[in-house]
């Protein structure tokens, strides 16, 4: 067995971790496989592919794509897919040690983006009422319990805050 390299992708080696994540992955994913969206969010800086590799004997064992968060010098970054091969989660998990922190705190708003993904193929619209949602949430439950109110009473007024968010959305769409 031979050693695992981590590395970040290299320009050219677009169609190569494509091929690969597609392979690896149980669908096809559209911000990987839709050509406008892919150059977007992954085409990244210089054509520099926004991917980080694990190799093992020249091929890969796992992929992890990033997007910038910001367009900061040293930008954060969100974790947007991950794929192991068969046999090398493990790997994977190397893989997401590898990067920077932010990545971690974007595995944790993954969940945000498919909320935002779905909505955005049903409705045919970008529709960012999940965005809006928990944060309006969040501020309704930092401001109850800040005025006192029990922390539980709090996050229920929090739960129905984001509920007449998605109301409002859903009155404006129909």
Request: one cysteine or more; a neutral charge.
């Amino acid at each position: 067995m031979s050693d695992l390299v981590l590395r970040l992708a290299r320009p050219g080696e677009d169609a190569r971790i494509a091929d690969f994540i597609n392979q690896n992955f149980d669908m096809r994913l559209p911000l990987l496989n839709r050509p406008e969206l892919y150059h977007h969010y992954y085409a990244g800086r210089g054509g520099v592919p926004q991917f980080a590799v694990a190799e093992e004997d020249g091929r890969y064992v796992s992929a992890a794509g990033y997007i910038l968060a910001n367009t900061r010098r040293k930008p954060d970054i969100w974790v947007s897919v991950w794929v192991a091969a068969k046999g090398h989660n493990g790997v994977g998990l190397e893989l997401m040690n590898a990067l920077p922190g932010a990545a971690a705190q974007g595995l944790a708003w993954g969940i945000m983006a498919i909320g935002v993904y779905i909505t955005f193929r049903i409705l045919d619209v970008a529709d960012l009422t999940v965005d809006g949602s928990l944060a309006t949430g969040g501020a309704v439950c930092v401001m109850l319990i800040r005025g006192g109110f029990n922390p539980w009473i709090a996050l229920l007024c929090a739960m129905l805050a984001g509920m007449l968010a998605g109301l409002v959305t859903g009155l404006f769409h129909t």
